[in-house]
């Protein structure tokens, strides 16, 4: 599906956020293996977090496009796991908090129960065999952010790795992959304000961030909420909508120099 997430997401940024129903589903078609009537498609978009829109029988559109970035849902997550790579490691604990116009509207917490917690992790973290005995299983734990996150765009700071993990972790226990559009606090800091290392660690004492438990997935989560809070202070004026936003998050120096022309 990550092909028709990609496909989808161009065609929708270069025909101004809408498509047709024929451009819709050549794409869909094209870039899947699946059988299933194009409705049938869009219902596994939706519920995969893409956020599509049907809003009439010809007429699909992008909602992030449209969106103002003031009023997207944004769920900023973090996680810690007992390894680096999702296919001999696992979550052992999921952050997330759910952020509309800067203000926290919601929260999911949770351990996730583990037969093997490293020492160093241990060290690293202060999680504790014990915390994750009767913690509720992955797939109950990772069932329950997918309900979570809905179709808001996902958070994280060094986005690829919590995405990467998790995903892999959805197609492990057959939850599909994560649709949901992905935005780095690392990439956004560094194109809205200066400082010498982008690290959370660093940026919690550059930006004078209180009550900071680093390495505890709820902790780490709200600070990056924190530090996308500093970006968004210093965004250019043309990046208005949610798309904007993820577009400027990836630009490059030229990119942004021929939009602020522009503007």
């Known amino acids: 599906m990550q092909k028709v997430f990609e496909s989808l997401t161009t065609a929708f940024r270069s025909n101004h956020g809408v498509l047709s129903q024929a451009q819709y589903e050549r794409i869909v078609t094209q870039d899947t293996s699946f059988f299933e009537e194009s409705d049938i498609l869009l219902i596994l978009l939706q519920?995969?977090?893409?956020?599509?829109?049907?809003?009439?029988?010809?007429?699909?559109?992008?909602d992030t496009y449209f969106t103002p970035h003031s009023k997207q849902r944004y769920c900023i997550i973090d996680i810690e796991t007992n390894g680096s790579k999702p296919g001999t490691s696992q979550v052992i604990e999921i952050g997330a908090l759910m952020v509309v116009g800067g203000e926290i509207i919601d929260s999911y917490e949770t351990f996730v129960e583990c037969a093997f917690l490293p020492t160093y992790i241990s060290k690293i973290t202060g999680i504790q065999p014990h915390d994750l005995i009767d913690a509720p299983s992955r797939k109950e734990a990772l069932i329950g952010l997918k309900h979570f996150m809905g179709d808001a765009i996902f958070v994280a700071h060094n986005?690829?790795?919590?995405?990467?993990?998790?995903?892999?972790?959805?197609?492990?226990?057959?939850?599909?992959?994560?649709?949901?559009?992905?935005?780095?606090?690392?990439?956004?800091?560094?194109?809205?304000?200066?400082?010498?290392?982008y690290g959370l660690a660093y940026l919690i004492e550059f930006l004078d961030i209180k009550t900071a438990t680093h390495h505890r997935a709820y902790s780490d989560a709200l600070c990056a909420s924190k530090v996308m809070a500093k970006s968004l202070e210093?965004?250019?004026?043309?990046?208005?909508?949610?798309?904007a936003l993820l577009q400027f998050a990836t630009s490059s120096r030229r990119d942004r120099r021929l939009k602020k022309e522009e503007g």
């Open 47 to 62: 519920a995969s977090g893409y956020p599509i829109v049907q809003e009439d029988e010809d007429r699909y559109i992008l």
């Open 159 to 197: 986005v690829k790795f919590d995405y990467g993990f998790l995903n892999a972790s959805f197609e492990r226990f057959g939850l599909g992959n994560i649709g949901n559009p992905t935005l780095c606090t690392i990439e956004l800091a560094r194109r809205t304000f200066e400082s010498e290392r």
């Open 234 to 243: 210093t965004l250019p004026t043309y990046v208005s909508t949610a798309d």
